[in-house]
């Protein structure tokens, strides 16, 4: 075994004497221990190669297991100090009061999403994409409320949120993003007023007024992603048209009692959009809405969550989104099932795309 060890030492300084590459030597190095392996294994017992080796090879098994610890071990440290250097870099390229769209990450900023930037699938570029972000809510009810607080809490540079409707103390049994003392606020006021508590380094824009056809399409060309958190199926076919007109993605949800569903509609992307699965208004009592039919308080916390996420996994390109997928949550069984959604090439919306 010392012989091997010597051999193994004049290998390394020959090399290093030549100036042969660090990668070539460990080569050689390794190709070393492959054969000293081969001849304990293909040798038999008492051979005197074999014994001059070190007569088995269980002391080179753990010399090997040994140095793949020290290797691995160091390869995450280089990981964890690149890491630690990079966040330390963009720390120092800070820019005083840098908050908006495009500027540096401030270090309150750098603090506050630390948890984010530590994900391998966001990190400090998944982050700046977030910054960058143009996000668009439709509705600030159920839906709306967790959609709403998650993205500002992300960090999303710009949120726009639409909703006609005012706070009422019904709503307060699951739209969160408001309180008691906002009734008869109009929602979208509510909202950013708790959006800009959260996180005063986003852009909240509120449109307090009704979606309707002449403002759709122009409102979601201001944008680069729309969640559908409304109650309504007319307004979700009215945003569904004017998504596919833009060439916007669209994370779609919707909830009753205790039953929610979650997708993202995106003809350009080969996913179908609302009018591919449901081509046809429902029949009068088959879509009630919340206040007609009711729902379980958490219930929109759950979807909406969803939906958040959707959207954050859209802006980062983390993980696989729900697009050309639907997901079914049945929450009085807590029962998740995805079903597979798919384009009509007769789609009278988005058939021509």
Known sequence: MILVLILAAAIW???SWLG???????????????????????????HPLRDSLGGGPGEWLVLGGLVALVLAYRAGLIRVRARARAV???????????TGPG????????????????????????????????VLVVGAGGLGSPVLLYLAAAGVGRIGVIDDDTVSLSNLQRQIV??????????????????????????????????????????LGEYDLV?????????????????????????????????????????????????????????????????E??????????????MALEAIKEITGAGTTLRGTMLLWDGLDADARRIAVSRRPDCPVCGGI
């Open 103 to 134: 500027d540096a990450f401030s270090a309150v900023e750098l603090d506050r999403y630390a948890r984010h930037i530590v994900l391998r699938e966001i990190g400090g570029p998944g982050q700046r994409k977030l910054k960058d972000a143009r």
């Open 20 to 46: 042969t590459p660090l990668q070539a030597r460990a080569i050689m190095l390794a190709l070393l221990y492959v054969a000293v392996l081969f001849v304990q294994f293909a040798l038999p017992n008492a």
């Open 13 to 15: 300084a020959i090399g």
């Open 88 to 98: 330390e870099a963009e720390r120092d390229a800070v820019a005083d009061g840098a």
């Open 293 to 306: 039919a009711g729902v379980v308080g958490a219930l929109p916390g759950i979807v909406g969550s969803i």
């Open 227 to 291: 969640i559908d958190g409304s109650d309504s199926f007319a307004t979700r076919r009215l945003v569904n048209d004017a998504a596919v007109e833009t060439g916007t993605p669209l994370v779609a949800g919707a909830i009753t009692q205790w039953e929610g569903q979650v997708t993202i509609y995106d003809p350009a992307a080969g996913a179908p959009c609302l009018a591919c699965l449901f081509p046809d208004d429902p029949a009068p009592g088959l879509a009630p809405s919340c206040a």
């Open 178 to 219: 408001h309180d008691d003392a906002s009734g008869g606020l109009p929602k979208v006021f509510s909202a950013e007023r708790r959006l800009r508590g959260l996180n005063p380094h986003v852009e909240i824009r509120s449109y307090n007024r009704r979606l309707t056809a002449e403002i759709a399409a122009d409102l």
